[in-house]
Each structure stands twice: as C-alpha cells, then as structure tokens.
T-cell receptor, first 113, second 114 residues
Framework: AQSVTQLGSHVSVSEGALVLLRCNYS??????LFWYVQYPNQGLQLLLK??????LVKGINGFEAEFKKSETSFHLTKPSAHMSDAAEYFC???????????FGTGTRLQVTL | DTEVTQTPKHLVMGMTNKKSLKCEQH?????MYWYKQKAKKPPELMFV???????INESVPSRFSPECPNSSLLNLHLHALQPEDSALYLC?????????????FGPGTRLTVT
C-alpha cells in the first residue's frame, strides 16, 4: 500500500527564513506525489505535483519540492517565508485506479516576525 | 475556470433533520469526490463518482447518501446524523483524461450537528 509520512506536525520559522517541510513516501510503484495547502476554514489548494520527469518541481507562491527516489522523500521548500504562508500543508500520494489520494497527517506552518 | 463551488458554506442541523450539500464544477471533469475532514486531521475519502456512477464507497454509514445527477453536479444528502458527523465536508473533481492527475478542491461546507 502507498502512504506518506510527514515529519513534524508543527514547524515555526521567522519571516524571511527558509521553509522546509518534510514528506517521505512508501510506494511499490513509481508514485505520483502532491503538496496541498489549506488556509484556515478553506479547502485545499494544490501547490505542486510530481508525476514523472524532472525531479525538481516548482509550484505556486515560490514553493518547490524535490523528488528523491533514493531517500523516498518529497520535501517542500521555500527560500524565504512570508507571513501569508502560515497554513496547514498536506503531502499526498495517488493510489489506486480511481486516483484516490492518501494524505499525510499535515504540518502546520507558523511564520513569526 | 478551475473552480469547484460548494453550498452552503455553513450548515447547522439537528439529528432528526434532512439536509443536502451541493458541489458544482464546470471544468468538464468526470470524476468527483466527497471527503470528510475533522479538525486538525487530513481529509478522509468518503465517495468517488466516475462518469456519474458511484465507483467507490469507503464504507460510509447510510445516513450519508451521495448523488451525481449530471456531470457538473454532486450532492450529499444527510439524514439522522450524529454529533460526531460534525466536520468540514470537501468536494473535489478531477479530469479523467490522460493528463488528469490532480484533484481540485472546493472551499468546503462546515457542518455542525446538534
């Protein structure tokens, strides 16, 4: 079965600092991986996705993630945090023929002045 | 237009009430999903429709009844709910073409059962 594990339920960074949110996956087949962001009382917005090809994936709002097969990781980064980045971030893997999404437990990003 | 809309935004209902949640998309997506999300938890899949037919029911109690009347619309009918059913209900859609990888989510309906 495919799954993802997010390390750290809560991450706090200063404004302007590097953001690093960790996600490790488990999959017996080449995975399709996603990062979604959820702002308070809102739905989920796709930040970026990895399917095949280039392992460094760029997304919206300055975020990017690198697929590392050898480390089974898909960590999310942003060079400089902004106050507006404060939100819940979910890593997810696509599973099954109906493209079910299996989500990680989420990481709450706090950005401080 | 990459928008999925959901109505109502908030809903409060008693345990004996019958209500419905509505989801709509005009992206031509032929797969639609219902998720339930409890506070501080990831979304949990409830139902999947493909080409307007129910393809997955994740062992959801029968007090939740989905309906897909056409390719743009998805409903979730609620009856005799329990307080533990209070949650954010999210709808999502996905293209069933070869390029349709990601799901697009609506803003959700915040349901409170009293």
């Amino acid at each position: 079965a495919q799954s993802v594990t997010q390390l750290g339920s809560h991450v706090s960074v200063s404004e302007g600092a590097l953001v690093l949110l960790r996600c490790n996956y488990s999959s017996s087949v080449p995975p399709y991986l996603f990062w979604y962001v959820q702002y308070p009382n809102q739905g989920l917005q796709l930040l970026l996705k990895y399917t095949t090809g280039a392992t460094l994936v760029k997304g919206i709002n300055g975020f990017e993630a690198e697929f590392k097969k050898s480390e089974t990781s898909f960590h999310l980064t942003k060079p400089s945090a902004h106050m507006s980045d404060a939100a819940e971030y979910f890593c997810a893997v696509r599973t099954g023929t109906a493209s079910k999404l299996t989500f990680g437990t989420g990481t709450r990003l706090q950005v401080t002045l | 237009d990459t928008e999925v809309t959901q109505t109502p935004k908030h809903l409060v209902m008693g345990m004996t009430n019958k209500k419905s949640l509505k989801c709509e998309q005009h992206m031509g997506h032929r797969a639609m999903y219902w998720y339930k999300q409890k506070a501080k938890k990831p979304p949990e899949l409830m139902f999947v429709y493909s080409y307007e037919k129910l393809s997955i029911n994740e062992s959801v109690p029968s007090r939740f009844s989905p309906e897909c009347p056409n390719s743009s619309l998805l409903n979730l009918h609620l009856h005799a709910l329990q307080p533990e059913d209070s949650a954010l209900y999210l709808c999502a859609s996905r293209s069933l073409t070869a390029s349709g990888i990601e799901q697009y989510f609506g803003p959700g309906t915040r349901l409170t059962v009293t």
